[in-house]
């Protein structure tokens, strides 16, 4: 796996993650001032649901941020290809590069990536042969934060708020 970092320019990328930051944000901040801290100070919920709650958050953010950062597999300005696998090797018609059979050329980053699967607005970045599993861990953990919250949206409106009209 690649350690280069990689940026990429582009408007429509930045918008993207600058929305995911928000959203992100807006649920580390409001979800526990709303749902987690009053139920905790209440006794209905634990210290270890908010502080998975907070785990979840910032492994879904960490992972986001390696996963958009990561190089995702460029190739370098003049490879080295070893005569065994030059007939493997084929030449990219729009920059001009040897590139390998399976790596494909991102219009949006504007050179070829080693296995590329497609260029990612959300992340800003290709996800390539070198960030490929940065970018499903950034998939799961923002799948499990997400049900996480899911869950608590749901045992607030049907589960607790009852409990405390019944109480008063």
Not at 17 to 35: A, D, G, R
Not at 92 to 103: A, G, I
Not at 140 to 164: A, G, N, R
Request: aromatic share 16%; hydrophobic share 40%.
């Amino acid at each position: 796996m690649g350690q280069r970092i990689h940026f990429v320019a582009d408007p429509q990328g930045w918008c993207c993650m600058s929305l995911i930051i928000f959203v992100w944000l807006y649920n580390t901040v409001f979800i526990p001032k709303v749902i987690l801290f009053p139920h905790y100070e209440e006794g209905n919920i634990s210290f270890v649901a908010v502080l998975c709650y907070y785990f979840c958050s910032l492994f879904c953010i960490a992972s986001l941020f390696r996963a958009s950062v990561a190089d995702p597999g460029k190739l370098p300005e003049n490879p080295k290809i070893p005569i065994t696998e030059r007939e493997r090797w084929e030449l990219c018609n729009k920059c001009n590069m040897m590139r390998p059979k399976r790596s494909h050329h991102c219009s949006r980053c504007g050179h070829c990536v080693r296995r590329m699967d497609h260029h990612c607005p959300w992340i800003n970045n290709c996800v390539g042969e070198d960030n490929h599993w940065l970018f499903l861990q950034l998939c799961f953990y923002t799948q499990i934060l997400s049900s996480y919250t899911l869950i608590l949206d749901f045992c607030h409106y049907y589960y607790f708020l009852p409990l405390k009209k019944e109480n008063w």
